[in-house]
């Protein structure tokens, strides 16, 4: 089913929904549009990871993990660290790609990737792959934390198979990755992640799209590859680049960590990309063609005081673009901005396409979620807000009391969200404010809780859940 989801542009653009319709979410967000909306039924609504209550099973991970998990074709993929040492003969601090069974939890394969010799400047130490994987078929793509795009077999070396083109890699067990091919970016458009490279990548037809990382360096003023693309557009078959942009050129304001999305908006297929100079881009999907940008600041903001980046991912939803600004982490809370962009309109559409704007929010590096209306969006400083998805009218806003890294999914009428204590809240999806439960997970939770086949799949820091209705300790 789900290579039928993605078997071409024409099609996804049918698909582009908001629920991938096939038991699976393949990717992040679930679907292109990267609105994280679910019509699954059934999930639980409250849980015990103590007692295991309502917990399926628990897949142990490394020490800290950013990356999200995607659940298709009967496993459930997941970024993390090496701190969980699976392989002696693969040591030290890596980013690691894992693959579990959907159905036990039971470990199958994973790969590998040593840490970039510039450090931090390029690779911070300990945060493994934070990409969130895409799988179409039985095709992986992601973003290690080298800055290179891979292509791999879901299946691994347990299907007893080599796949090609790539099939001289040095590890061949079965619980090592099947390699189809890589792209290095900074090889080969010069990109110079700043700390981290992470995008994760979406499909539409037969490119896939990815954000290049390209930022500073631990100067936090100079740009050393100020000519480096902001997006490319791979051959999802063979890995070739198709097209690139760089919009941006020297204007980075510290690092480029939103990751694209896309959708047939005004009958034209766009790619939409938020980058680092505080400009989210909507482009021809097919030909890079760039149609139109829109500044997220003010026009008398000042970094990093009161003008921000773009760490969230837009959000596609008729014809609309939806993205709030914020900034890393590190940099604490501040002053945020949240839009509604019309996206059928052409040229720097700062004015003539902004349908409104939302100023009664921090920053924020979450993506929202929008289902009959309303839109789901937290800040960073732990306020979760609903808004009328065509005004801007704010119904409620919720206290998480705790940081939030993550972003909200709604499905079944309710409203999952996790913080940066390992609570994961449940509201009743709505115009009226009511909250359903609170369960804790045990550390920082700094991911989207995923629905696939009834259950509910979650990391925290260190492990992953699966959580379904009469799972567990009763």
């Known amino acids: 089913m789900v290579a039928l989801l993605f078997a071409g542009a024409t099609h996804a ?33 409250e849980w015990d990871v103590k007692t295991k209550k309502n917990v399926k099973w628990i897949a142990e991970l490394g020490s800290q993990s950013y990356g ?8 459930v993929f997941v970024g993390t660290n090496n701190e969980r040492l699976r392989d002696p003969k693969q040591p030290g601090d890596r980013g690691v790609l894992m693959a579990f069974r959907e159905s036990d939890g039971e470990f199958l394969w ?22 969130s994987p895409l799988v179409e078929g039985t095709h992986l793509y992601y973003t290690s934390n080298r800055g290179v795009v891979w292509c791999l077999d879901i299946n691994g070396f347990r299907d007893g198979k080599n796949d090609g083109p790539v099939t001289d890699e040095k590890l ?35 490119l896939v799209f990815v954000s290049t990382s390209n930022g500073q360096d631990e100067s936090h003023v100079h740009i050393p590859s100020p000519k480096a693309p902001a997006i490319i557009a791979l051959n999802k078959n063979t890995g070739k680049l198709v097209w690139e942009d760089n919009s941006v050129e020297d204007r980075i304001l510290h690092g480029q960590w939103s990751t694209p999305s896309v959708g047939r908006i005004g009958g034209v297929d766009q790619v939409v990309s938020a980058q680092d100079d505080g400009w989210v881009r909507g482009y021809e999907a097919a030909t890079g063609k760039k149609l139109w940008e829109f500044d997220t600041n003010p026009k008398d903001s000042v970094w990093p005081k009161t003008r921000n980046e773009l ?25 945020g901005h949240f839009y509604c962009i019309d996206a059928t309109k052409r040229g720097d559409i700062t004015q003539s396409g902004r349908v409104w704007q939302f100023d009664k929010i921090r920053r924020s590096i979450s993506t929202a979620s929008i289902v009959d209306g309303l839109l789901y969006v937290p800040d960073f400083s732990g306020f979760l807000h609903c808004l009328d998805a065509k005004t801007g ?73 699966a959580l379904a209705a009469n799972a567990g300790t009763k």
């Open 13 to 45: 653009s049918r698909v582009s929904a908001s629920d991938p319709g096939s038991g699976d979410w393949p990717m992040w967000g679930g679907t292109p549009d990267r609105n994280m909306v679910s019509t699954m039924k059934g999930l639980p609504t």
């Open 68 to 75: 999200n998990p995607v659940v298709a074709g009967g496993m």
């Open 110 to 131: 994973q790969q590998t990737h040593e840490k970039l010799a510039a450090g931090r400047a390029n690779d911070w130490p300990y945060q493994g792959v934070a990409s």
């Open 172 to 206: 061949t067990g079965q619980f090592d990755a099947d390699v189809i091919w890589s792209f290095d970016m900074m090889e080969e458009v010069g990109s110079y992640p700043h700390n981290m490279s992470n995008s994760s990548p979406v499909i539409w037809g037969d």
């Open 311 to 335: 760490i969230a991912t837009p959000v596609i939803y008729q014809d609309r673009v939806y993205i709030g600004n914020g900034q890393d982490p590190e940099h604490g809370e501040g002053v």
């Open 393 to 465: 009218q704010e119904y409620w806003t919720h206290d998480m009391f705790a940081a939030v890294w993550g972003s909200t999914l709604v499905v079944d009428g309710k409203v999952y969200l996790g913080d940066e204590d390992g609570d994961v809240t449940i509201l009743q999806a709505g115009k009226e404010k009511k909250v359903l439960g609170e369960m804790n997970m045990g550390s920082a939770v700094y991911a989207t809780p995923v629905p696939a086949h009834g259950a509910l799949f979650l990391n925290n820091r260190n492990q992953l859940f």
